[in-house]
């Protein structure tokens, strides 16, 4: 079995930072693409970034510059450094890994964790 959580949320004010992980963890062969998304109450889940198991990364346009991805493989960790928060960023942020176990490669899931940027 295969768990993703996640950690680093909170509450935070605009302008300030919070950092996210997320860990993987179970019978994990490898792990491909990882990524973050996130949520906000009313709206689809949507991506935020995402990062190859090579260290290639993408970012949607609204995080540009204001968030950064990054991974540890040897943990099985992907982050997420989020700078410049906005009260838009309001959302449940979930991350996501492409993960092979011992047959084909399946996507998983975090249980999510709540950022609120508020004054």
């Known amino acids: 079995q295969v768990h993703l959580v996640e950690s680093g949320g909170g509450l935070v004010q605009p302008g300030g930072s919070l950092r996210l992980s997320c860990a993987a963890s179970?019978?994990?062969?490898?792990?491909?693409?990882m990524g973050w998304y996130r949520q906000a109450p009313g709206k689809q889940r949507e991506l935020v970034a995402g990062i190859s198991s090579a260290g290639t990364t993408n970012y949607v346009d609204f995080v540009k510059g204001r968030f950064t991805i990054s991974r540890n493989n040897s943990k099985n960790t992907v982050y997420l450094q989020m700078n410049s928060l906005k009260p838009e960023d309001t959302a449940v942020y979930y991350c996501n890994a492409d993960i092979r176990r011992l047959g084909p490669t399946y996507s998983y899931w975090g249980q999510g964790t709540q950022v609120t940027v508020s004054s």
């Open positions: 179970g019978s994990i062969l490898s792990i491909a693409a």
